[in-house]
């Protein structure tokens, strides 16, 4: 049961390139979730997915795409990167519970540590 | 989700108990209070979780004031490995776990 797997762990990249990162989880979990962290900021929820099919935006959704095909995997894309999107990104998951006040813990992957020049 | 504050920082002796404040007042009565940590540089981990009654597991003990307002987590015995950021988070979701993290509590333990 590895949890939550981030990849790749670090990536620099160019202003307007574009690259995916990718988050993928073994445990069953409906629910997943993007967020980044800034120095001195919390973190910022990017985009959310209850399911399977279904995508939400978050906080911070602006120069991030995201899908969900599958219950597994929740990748974030940036389009054309830019250098305010130099972040730390995590992603997370967990059980949704449907018309319930409780959240089930979030469980989160080690983050990716992504640089735009 | 109701707003938290908490203090930006504190310093606990190793071996003794850490005590983290946090301020929820405008909490509703249906919203869970939800503590996480983030060790440096890694994803933060969840601790517990309570609504009304004081709970306690393996990591931590959490108290909540009788109207709500104002919860304790509370690590008994804390060791170097305990610092980290706590975050308190007040939310209630229909079936979504949209989090908010706020700035935290930079906890340091020293020798």
């Known amino acids: 049961n590895a949890g939550v797997t981030q990849t790749p762990k670090f990536q620099v990249l160019k202003t307007g390139q574009s690259m995916t990162l990718q988050c993928a989880q073994d445990?069953?979990?409906?629910?997943m979730s993007w967020y980044r962290q800034d120095p001195g900021m919390g973190l910022r929820l990017i985009h959310y997915?209850?399911?399977?099919?279904?995508?939400d935006q978050g906080e911070v959704p602006n120069g991030y795409n995201v899908s969900r095909s599958t219950t597994e995997d929740f990748p974030l894309r940036l389009l054309s990167a830019a250098p305010s999107q130099t972040s730390v990104y995590f992603c997370a998951s967990s059980y949704s519970i449907p018309r319930s006040s409780y959240n089930s813990p979030l469980h989160f992957g080690n983050g990716t540590r992504l640089t735009v020049t | 989700d109701a707003k938290t504050t908490q203090p930006p920082s504190m310093d606990c002796a190793e071996g003794r108990a850490a005590n983290l404040p946090c301020n929820h007042s405008t909490i509703s009565g249906n919203e869970y209070v939800y503590w996480y940590r983030q060790i440096h540089s890694q994803g933060p981990q969840y601790i517990i979780h309570g609504l009304k009654n004081n709970e306690t597991n393996e990591m931590a003990s959490l108290i909540i004031t009788e109207d709500r307002k104002s919860s304790t987590l509370i690590l008994p015995h804390a060791t170097l490995r305990d610092t980290a950021v706590y975050y308190c988070i007040a939310a209630l979701t229909g079936g979504g776990n949209k989090l908010t993290f706020g700035t935290g509590t930079q906890l340091k333990v020293e020798l």
């Open positions: 997915s209850v399911g399977a099919g279904i995508t």
């Open positions: 445990m069953n979990h409906e629910y």
